[in-house]
């Protein structure tokens, strides 16, 4: 039975950051040129900074839940001919629910996710070319849309310390949506890598 094998453990609290990088495809290109990141795909890179709370055991794996935040940023995009300093922008949040596994590598935890949430970004928007225009506005302002972004996620901590982990990859795919209108594509492929270090209080 399923809750003969459920149970209590002692809760662990993780705090983390990690350096992400992800590729936005399916994007559609505005400008009447050559978009800047062409095929439809754009790679920001940016950190996210979370935290997780494992709060209960079911058999071999530990569950519990999720939250991290971040920004992307990229020189690139697959929308404009533009370029420059953070032209594409992401900031996103998402929560979700996580299962780490116990394995007899001890020091090892692999670990797997699905998440949700919201993301604000213009990557799907061009460049204000009136604005452009003006002798005024040489740097004009983007537009930014939001989406409901989910997103399902693979990876693994090293223990290094009985209190820090090192986190060597993590592996995501996923979508966002646009929600309410804009330009251009109204959905966005996502598929990140990323690393970092993990902050462990409990057991």
């Known amino acids: 039975m399923v809750f003969g094998l ?22 559609q290109c505005l400008s009447t040129t ?19 709370y494992d709060f209960r055991n079911i058999g071999p794996v530990r569950i519990g839940v999720d939250l991290r935040a971040g ?5 690139r995009s697959a929308s404009s001919s533009a370029g420059g300093s953070n032209i594409v922008s992401a900031q996103t949040f998402l929560g979700g629910l ?13 670990y797997a996710q699905i998440s949700a949430g919201y993301t604000r970004s213009n990557v799907t ?8 225009t003006s002798s005024t506005n040489s740097n004009p302002p983007r537009t ?7 997103e399902g996620f693979v ?17 995501g795919i996923g979508n966002m949506n646009r929600v309410g209108t804009g330009n251009g594509s109204t959905s966005v492929g996502l598929l ?5 270090v993990v902050l462990r209080i409990g057991h």
């Open 98 to 110: 996580r299962g780490s596994i116990k394995t007899p590598i001890t020091w090892l935890s692999p």
């Open 6 to 27: 459920a149970g209590t453990a002692r809760a662990q609290l993780g705090l983390y950051g990690m350096y992400t990088g992800t590729e936005m495809s399916g994007v």
């Open 192 to 196: 990140s890598i990323g690393a970092g």
């Open 125 to 132: 928007e061009p460049v204000n070319l009136a604005l452009a």
């Open 144 to 150: 930014y849309d939001g989406f409901i972004a989910y």
């Open 34 to 52: 050559a978009c800047s990141s062409p095929n439809g795909d754009v790679r920001p890179w940016g950190g996210f900074g979370g935290v997780y």
């Open 155 to 171: 990876g693994a901590d090293i223990h290094v310390f009985p209190f820090l982990d090192v986190r060597p990859i993590e592996l």
């Open 71 to 75: 920004g992307l940023h990229s020189n």
